[in-house]
């Protein structure tokens, strides 16, 4: 019975793998979608997405078969929790990702101001990070790069609100650029939510392999 779970779960890390790849393709794929408009490039993520969509389901129905198969106990137990809930923050992440390419419609011709493109792109590749590295302390069980990850946190907040506060502004200069500048700040947020999905799987990370539930400062 053992051996069989073993092979299981082996299997069940693959597709969690393979899903949390997609997911930060089509992340990245969406922000440069909103860099570089003109590129026509919410079609593949609308697809993307899609992929992304079904194949939740399926980890979700794989992860339920296990439990009610083999029930599992201790750390395999934690680890198929963390699975079930990992799925319900890759797929808000690919939600994200085509509200952040879909917010491109409402640009226009507007170019992006040079100081506001430089603080979305360190946004960007922070929140990228954090979810790399969430993904990553997943996969290999490591609870030092979780907890960077929960690190990390802290800074991608601060990008956040020092990018709405540079639009607040621009709006009061320019409020004939409403549009665009609420498209700006719609991807500045999805990226923020982002991290704080990452944040959410490097917490179930901690408690899959220590049983520690470290969430709003608990542990």
Known sequence: MKIHLQRELDALRKQVFH?????EDNLALAIRTVQNPGD???????????????????????????????????????YLVSVLKLNTDIERIGDLAVNIAGATRRLGDA????AVGDKLNLLAARSSAMLRLSLEALMDLDTARARA???????VDRLYHEMATMLQDQLA??????????????????LE??????????EDTIYTVEGEIVRHGLG
């Open 173 to 190: 200069r320019s409020p004939r650029e409403a549009n665009a500048i609420f498209c700006w700040l719609l991807a500045a947020k999805s």
């Open 149 to 155: 990850v929960l690190a990390a946190d802290d800074e």
């Open 40 to 78: 026509g490039q919410l079609a593949a993520v609308q697809r993307r997405d899609r992929e992304i969509d079904e194949l939740e389901v399926r980890l979700e129905e794989e992860c339920l078969k296990i439990l009610a198969l083999y029930h599992p106990v201790a750390a395999d137990l934690r």
């Open 193 to 202: 939510r982002v991290g704080d999905h990452a944040t959410n799987i490097a």
């Open 111 to 114: 170019d992006m101001p040079p």
């Open 19 to 23: 899903l949390c790849s997609l997911v």
